[in-house]
Every structure is written in structure tokens, then in C-alpha cells.
T-cell receptor, first 112, second 115 residues
């Protein structure tokens, strides 16, 4: 079993839709949770960074963490064609040396 | 946000040759740099972690004699793929992290194709 599970998609939605992207994890040591956006043939770009359970909002993006269920989500409101990309969740434990563990990424396509 | 560059962005080489990839932090000092490999439709897999001036720490299953990493300055790390073979063809991505910070900033990646 992988430490981080993420549905690879592809997920296709119409412009303006609310998008929900999710990851589950098995390692209870994970304390920091991130969402990255990766356009084709480009490096990942950090979108959201959260610590422990709760919600964090930044513009059209909301990150949600439920540690009791080991489940994290990224919501995108009013989705735009420019949001079409692969979204990777990543997480790590405490300590500066702990490496990031990534999900496989969900490919999102927002259609006009 | 902080900017990390990689060079080259893509490279094609013959089997058996060596290829060097550069990773530079342009506007911050990256005390730690990470090298990842990403195969098509798969996630980023950490290959090694390097701290400036120290030997790199390789992940299990990554051959340190094949993937040579040098992190000689706070703004430059290099990955050399020695005696490359077709199975080494992949997308190689570096990231940098500053002292006392938790955030990794990723480079745009280098696509390596070994013929």
C-alpha cells in the first residue's frame, strides 16, 4: 500500500464548476500538507501549505485537512481553463530533514 | 516566491554517455537541494538530498555512483547521470530550500532522453 493515495483522473469539468481533489494517507506522522500545481513539462508550483487539521483559504483555493480520517482535500471555486494542470498532494512529518511524500497527482481539465 | 532554474530543459544523449544537469537558486540561498525523478503519469520520487558542502544522502534503491550529485555552493547543485541507459530516460526535477525554512521551491525540470 502506498503511503499517499491520489486518484490520477483525468477529471474533466466545465468552466465555473467547483473542483474537489483529494488524497488519503496512511502515515499518522504526517503533520504538514501541501498542494502543488504542475503544468505539462514544468516543475511543481506550491499552491497551499497547511499544518494539521482544519481549513485554509487563499482566493479561489481552499485546502482542508482531516487528520482523524487521514484525508486531505483541495477545492477550486469558479474553475478556469487556466486551472487545467496536474495537482499533486504532498506531505511530511515534523523535523527539518523529513522528506516530502507525494501523491501520484490528479490531472484536471477545465473545459470552456 | 523564490525562483529555481534548471539547465538544460531537455537533453538527448546516446547510451553510455554522461549528462550533467544544473540546478540554480536565483534569488535565495538554498542550503538544501533535492533531486527528484518523475516518470510519465507518476509522482515525483525523491532521489537524493544534498546540503551545501556535504555529501548527498541517497534514497534507497538510487545508485550513488550512477547519479553523482554536487552541491558546492549555496546557489548551485549539479546532477550527473553517468553511463546513461534508456531506462534512465525521465523528467528530472530539483528543488531548493533555504536555511530555517520548510518550503521547497521547484525548478522547471529537465527532460532526459537516452537513445
Amino acid at each position: 500500500q502506498k503511503e499517499v493515495e491520489q486518484d490520477p483522473g483525468p477529471l474533466s469539468v466545465p468552466e465555473g464548476a467547483i473542483v474537489s481533489l483529494n488524497c488519503t494517507y496512511s502515515n499518522s506522522a504526517f503533520q504538514y500538507f501541501m498542494w502543488y500545481r504542475q503544468y505539462s513539462r514544468k516543475g511543481p508550483e506550491l499552491l497551499m501549505y497547511t499544518y494539521s487539521s482544519g481549513n485554509k483559504e487563499d482566493g479561489r483555493f481552499t485546502a482542508q485537512v482531516d487528520k482523524s480520517s487521514k484525508y486531505i482535500s483541495l477545492f477550486i471555486r469558479d474553475s478556469q481553463p487556466s486551472d487545467s494542470a496536474t495537482y499533486l498532494c504532498a506531505m511530511k512529518g515534523t523535523g527539518g530533514g523529513n522528506k516530502l511524500t507525494f501523491g501520484t497527482g490528479t490531472q484536471l481539465k477545465v473545459e470552456l | 516566491g523564490a525562483v529555481v532554474s534548471q539547465h538544460p530543459s531537455w537533453v538527448i544523449c546516446k547510451s553510455g554517455t554522461s549528462v550533467k544537469i544544473e540546478c540554480r537558486s536565483l534569488d535565495f540561498q538554498a542550503t538544501t537541494m533535492f533531486w527528484y525523478r518523475q516518470f510519465p503519469k507518476q509522482s515525483l520520487m525523491l532521489m537524493a538530498t544534498s546540503n551545501e558542502g556535504s555529501k548527498a544522502t541517497y534514497e534507497q534503491g538510487v545508485e550513488k555512483d550512477k547519479f553523482l550529485i554536487n552541491h558546492a555552493s549555496l546557489t548551485l547543485s549539479t546532477l550527473t547521470v553517468t553511463s546513461a541507459h534508456p531506462e534512465d530516460s525521465s523528467f528530472y526535477i530539483c528543488s531548493g530550500r533555504g536555511l530555517g525554512t520548510d518550503t521547497q521551491y521547484f525548478g522547471p525540470g529537465t527532460r532526459l532522453t537516452v537513445l
